[in-house]
């Protein structure tokens, strides 16, 4: 099954992480708000912030932190 970007941020961020506390419900924004969201995690890989501070910082998974670094690498 294929999903698309937009499709693995919101089934990601449905999910609570460890620390019990809840994620961004992703179903609840519109495509703009998500572009901006990924929009944001690529600024922050460019000023050189690591991986794990850019998911402390916007409240992201670390999967979908991941995956928007791999598109914007891979030119999506």
Request: charged share 30%; net charge positive; with cysteine.
């Amino acid at each position: 099954m294929f999903f698309c970007f937009i499709d693995l941020i919101r089934i990601v961020l449905n999910f609570s992480d460890h620390t019990g506390t809840e994620k961004e419900n992703a179903r609840k924004q519109t495509l703009e708000q998500l572009h901006e969201r990924r929009k944001q995690v690529v600024r922050l890989h460019k000023k050189g912030i690591k991986l794990m501070q850019i998911v402390a910082m916007t409240g992201l998974s670390d999967p979908v932190v991941r995956a928007c670094i791999d598109l914007f690498y891979e030119g999506a």
